[in-house]
């Protein structure tokens, strides 16, 4: 049972899961438009729609589920209130509906490395609230950080960014552009989740993280290459170039790119790199080939969800 299953991490899960034999997959989201793409592409699984900071009868799927992956996450908008909605409240009725469940399913909750970051913004904030939440719950799970995520069906982030370059004839860089990522393949992620349901792994918490690090406009470069645009990448000042998010923000309800996530991405955090495919045993793919399977297959690339 995948609540917010119908965005980037639940998406891809949903396809590894399929291409890999497992079965009764229920898909709890409340966008309707990716939730009606999902049922689309995966036509053999169960979508229903529900608001999940709603008591509602989504909650028996979660009674009676073997498998909770908890996906369910606010992570752009310019109101505080959507994010405790979304990563607070939600995760305080999944955690009870678990608690209800006459046998009590296995819990893999997705956290992110966020919690450790120096930023304070919305998602930052809500993010270590959930988590808490679920470490004071008393249920043994697994606890995955990921970093920045890339992959099939991605509308924010490099998906985005690929996306933006194909339309405009610059595409800016903040600054300098060297700001350390540690982009983090969605395909690897969700072999990790995997993992976690084929082999039960107990509690503990796991950073997630890209085994490379790369600069963001090496990173943008790297993009251009592998999807032949043909767009002059320029670097505008820091200053200027948050004055432009926050306009954009004035005429935009859901911008994909904020002027805290701007400031998120300077912020210069480094996250731990554990040995992963040891711990989980699985596959490592390194960035450039990741990018080929994003932005080249023949079956998803050319999939949008919606913001």
């Known amino acids: ?82 994010f405790i909605r979304n990563n607070v409240t939600a995760t305080e009725l999944i955690l009870e509906s678990i608690k209800d469940a006459p046998e009590q399913p296995y819990l893999v909750h997705i956290s992110s490395s966020v919690v450790e970051s120096v930023a304070d913004d919305f998602y930052t904030r809500s993010k270590r609230a959930q988590e808490q939440l679920i470490l004071d719950s008393g249920i043994s799970c697994p606890i995955l950080r990921p970093t920045l995520m890339f992959g099939w069906f991605d509308r924010k982030h490099l998906g985005w960014l690929s996306r933006f370059m194909q339309k405009v004839p610059v595409f800016p860089i903040p600054g300098s552009g060297r700001y350390m990522r540690q982009p983090l393949y969605v395909g690897d992620f969700c072999d990790i989740i995997i993992s976690c349901i084929r082999n ?88 450039a080939r990741a990018l080929e399977e994003t932005f080249n297959d023949s079956r998803y690339s050319n999939i949008v969800l919606e913001f």
């Not at 699984?45 to 498998?67: F, K, M, N, T």
């Not at 994909?256 to 045993?281: C, H, K, M, N, S």
């Open 1 to 82: 049972m995948l609540p917010g299953g119908a965005g980037l991490v639940g998406q891809n899960l949903v396809a590894r899961l399929r291409d890999q034999g497992f079965h009764n997959i229920v898909v709890l989201d409340k966008h309707k438009a990716n939730l009606s793409m999902l049922r689309q592409v995966q036509p053999e699984i169960c979508c229903e729609y529900a608001d999940l900071a709603e008591p509602g009868p989504w909650q028996e799927h979660v009674r009676s589920a073997d498998v909770v992956v908890m996906l369910q996450a606010q992570i752009g908008g310019l109101h505080y209130e959507e």
């Open 200 to 287: 039960r792994h107990e509690q503990g918490i796991y950073n997630i993280s890209g085994h490379e690090k790369i600069d963001y406009i090496d990173m943008i470069r790297l993009i251009k290459r592998v999807t032949g645009s043909r767009t002059r990448i320029i670097k505008i000042p820091y200053r200027l170039f948050y004055t432009l998010l926050w306009l954009w923000a004035l005429f935009d309800r859901k911008p994909p790119f904020t002027t805290q996530q701007l400031e998120a991405l300077v912020a210069r955090d480094e996250f731990e790199v554990i040995d992963w495919p040891e711990l989980f045993g699985v596959q490592f793919t390194p960035f």
